[in-house]
């Protein structure tokens, strides 16, 4: 099996994506902002202690590979602060891919170097310490099935 890893830049950050396997996943994404102080919900501004959130989906082409141990690293884009508790996985029902509760989801202080913090929220309900998210998806990724890995953040 080889190890598949590609580079791309997201929204102000950087995504890794690695799979074991040959699998030609692919990455888009997007990014919305949902609240801010001023216009609540309705057509919210990305103004400072807004919360904008990302979504990146990661799919696998038809008719290829199967893809195994899918990790998505993803930076928490400049000028915002991480929303703690805010990361959702979205997985297909009829998918064969896990995610499994606890374990499956770490955070890093140190741009990627260590994977050991715990995030603690301020008075917005963030932590600007938080620099990058790893997400690791069990399970197979086969042909033609994707899943999202959303999380917000707070403009500073």
Aim: aromatic share 8%.
């Amino acid at each position: 099996m080889m190890n598949l890893r590609w580079l791309l830049l997201l929204l102000g950050g950087m995504v890794v994506l690695s799979a074991d396997a040959e699998a030609a996943l692919t990455i888009s994404n997007a990014q919305s902002t949902v609240w801010d102080s001023e216009n609540k919900f309705v057509l919210p501004k990305a103004i400072p202690g807004a919360r904008v959130e990302y979504v990146v989906t990661v799919s696998n082409a038809l008719f290829q590979s199967t893809a195994r141990n899918v990790t998505v690293t993803d930076a928490i884009p400049a000028k915002t602060k991480f929303y703690v508790g805010s990361v959702v996985v979205t997985i297909g029902l009829l998918s064969s891919l896990t995610y499994p509760t606890g374990g499956a989801l770490e955070y890093s202080r140190d741009n990627g170097a260590t994977w050991t913090y715990t995030p603690s929220a301020d008075s917005e309900g963030a932590d600007v310490n938080v620099t990058n998210i790893r997400v690791k998806v069990g399970g197979s990724q086969v042909a033609g099935d994707s899943f999202t890995v959303a999380f917000r953040a707070v403009v500073k």
